[in-house]
């Protein structure tokens, strides 16, 4: 079993930055993947950014490529989603994820790939 706990959502207005974090305990050593995904109101889940455990792959979806920055410190089983030049349009809940299927070193993107979830952490984008 992992847990993965999200922090740092918030209201930040528009151009704004927030950072998330997500902490993962329990059976960290299985994750191979660990990504975001964001749900807004009437919306479906859809994937924002996701990394191999080894670092060696990122992946990002289009509307945030060039905004957002996903990274890990293994040492502290932490992922982390830096969140720049935000949007009204970005805001969701967000939700931590970690795969601990082998995935080799590609990142996959939907939901049915991931084993485990955060609570999520709301973000609100004011215009």
């Known amino acids: 079993q992992v847990q993965l706990v999200e922090s740092g959502g918030g209201l930040v207005q528009a151009g704004g930055s927030l950072s998330l974090s997500c902490a993962a305990s329990?059976?960290?050593?299985?994750?191979?993947?660990m990504a975001w995904f964001r749900q807004a109101p009437g919306k479906e889940r859809e994937f924002v950014a996701g990394i191999h455990w080894s670092g060696a792959n990122v992946n990002y979806a289009d509307s945030v490529r060039g905004r957002f920055t996903i990274s890990r410190d293994n040492a502290k089983n932490t992922g982390y989603l830096q969140m720049n030049s935000l949007k009204p349009e970005d805001t969701a809940v967000y939700y931590c994820?970690?795969?601990?299927?082998?995935?080799?070193?590609?990142?996959?993107?939907?939901?049915?790939?991931?084993?485990?979830w955060g609570q999520g952490t709301q973000v609100t984008v004011s215009s």
């Open positions: 329990g059976l960290t050593s299985r994750i191979y993947t």
């Open positions: 994820a970690a795969r601990t299927r082998p995935s080799l070193n590609t990142v996959r993107l939907t939901v049915y790939d991931y084993d485990y």
